[in-house]
């Protein structure tokens, strides 16, 4: 089974960036979409980006768009999220999943989805 790793996360200031990766050993990740997600302390997940097995469509959530962009490397078999612009209400814990299809990913239908252990995401003001 597809056990995504997430790395990247961190302690940053308001306006700051960070770049978080999410990697697989012994499977593909391009045989996915894979889509972040983040979740804050008392709050639901929410779902924040996804991109498409083969040709690379992107979706974002309407709270990161412009900010952050969602690429991959299938060299080497990688996905990152590049966060820019970041504010305090980014912060959450950043998780990658891999999703049968681009289309559950973006509807935020995961109950099927393989899930890595998360990435704590610090803004300060």
């Known amino acids: 089974q597809l056990q995504p790793v997430e790395s990247g996360g961190g302690l940053v200031q308001s306006g700051g960036s960070l770049r978080l990766s999410c990697a697989a050993s012994g499977f593909t990740l391009d045989y996915y979409a894979i889509g972040w997600f983040r979740q804050a302390p008392g709050k639901e997940r929410e779902g924040v980006s996804c991109?498409?097995?083969?040709?690379?469509?992107?979706y974002y959530a309407d709270s990161v768009k412009g900010r952050f962009t969602i690429s991959r490397d299938n060299a080497e078999n990688t996905v990152y999220l590049q966060m820019n612009s970041l504010k305090p209400e980014d912060t959450a814990i950043y998780y990658c999943?891999?999703?049968?299809?681009?289309?559950?990913?973006?509807?935020?239908?995961?109950?099927?989805?393989?899930w890595g252990q998360g990435t704590q995401v610090t803004v300060s003001s």
């Open positions: 991109i498409s097995s083969g040709d690379g469509s992107t």
């Open positions: 999943a891999g999703v049968p299809t681009f289309r559950l990913c973006v509807i935020g239908q995961v109950a099927h989805a393989s």
